[in-house]
């Protein structure tokens, strides 16, 4: 990358902030949680800013900023377990398992709005040039493959997002890395195989466009409010699976996961749902219906399964309003469902993907 005059300090500072946005899908994809990518792309703002006097133009302050977030996102990574999902730690459970202690946020892959993960790099900051464009991005922020690159050394990682997602060259990512272009294919190549030895599943993509995939998904919805089980499980394929961060317990199978639904899980009955979109994947807010009286009951219950502390009731929320359970987010391959994710953290994730705090009655 050619070198970039220094400029005033005023206008590095303008041009940094024009940066964050790619930088944030950058460190999304380094650590498997939006909240995390956030933090990590304001401490890289914070070392730039506290640099900026060293800053000599001898890489593109584009460069730069990536290199600062890399070693940025090495730290967060360093020293503890990778980010998983409940099916990487454990076998599925049974349906009539009793539900186990929720585990620390720390734990798991944290689903990102589309918007928070697509800008910049390969795809531009108004958004992606073209289709094709818009599929790699969809392609590299998968649930399973932010789970795979997890796997992956932060070195190698990082190696792997540059070369391969938002397309840098060899020499530009030995430039970022302060290494060489031998280094650089090295790394991208233990990367791959590292990924071939134990390859994420292929899932589709969300197609607005696509009619099969939106009377699937029609399908869904309308199986789910019915709370027909029945309807619900033809849907599914024979090897889907249920997960329910930040509980450990998961479920496999249509057979497991209605049972499930009708037992432990029957708080899910009466709920609507909102769609949105997640990690390119077809997702929706659900809200559970809350009778009346029982504000405090329900507070009470998703608190102890999510390990949170108990949320206030919202302001203006009236009787047999409609309150956030969990973001259900869509994996869909071959015309069926094969991975049905509901992550309970409604505290934080329904803010982050603009989901209202309640839906009235």
Known sequence: MAGTPVGSRAELEERMAGHRGELTGYCYRMLGSPFEAEDAVQETMIRAWRSLDRFEGRASLRTWLYRIATNVCSDHAAG????????????????????????????????????????????????????AELAVARESVRLALVVALQRLAPRQRAVLILREVLGWSAAETAELLDTT??????????????????????????????????????????????????????????????TMPPLELWLRGPVDIAEFMLGTGSVCRDSRLVPTVANGSPAFGQY??????????????????????????????????????????????????????????????????????????
């Open 80 to 131: 503890r377990a990778r980010r998983a999902r409940p099916i990487d730690l454990t076998g599925p459970s049974g349906p009539a398992d009793a539900l186990p202690a929720p585990l620390p946020e720390a734990t798991w892959i944290v689903p990102a709005p589309d918007a928070a993960v697509f800008s910049g790099g390969a795809v531009g900051a108004g958004g992606p040039a073209d289709p």
């Open 181 to 242: 272009v031998a280094s650089v294919n090295s790394a991208l190549q233990r990367a791959r195989a590292t990924l071939a030895a134990s390859p994420a599943a292929e899932t589709d993509q969300l197609r607005p466009s696509d009619e099969e995939q939106r009377s699937l998904l029609a399908r869904y919805v309308a199986a789910f409010e019915s709370y027909d089980m029945d309807a619900l499980t033809a849907l599914l394929h024979e090897d889907a699976t249920m």
């Open 288 to 361: 559970h219906l809350l009778p009346p009286g029982e504000a405090e009951q329900h507070a009470a219950v998703h608190a102890a399964v999510t390990g949170a502390e108990v949320s206030p009731v919202p302001d203006g929320m009236g009787e047999g309003s409609y309150v956030p359970w969990s973001l259900i987010v869509l994996e869909l391959s071959e015309g069926k469902i094969v991975g049905v994710n509901h992550f309970l953290d409604t505290d934080r994730l329904f803010p982050l993907f603009g989901l209202p705090p309640f839906l009235e009655g």
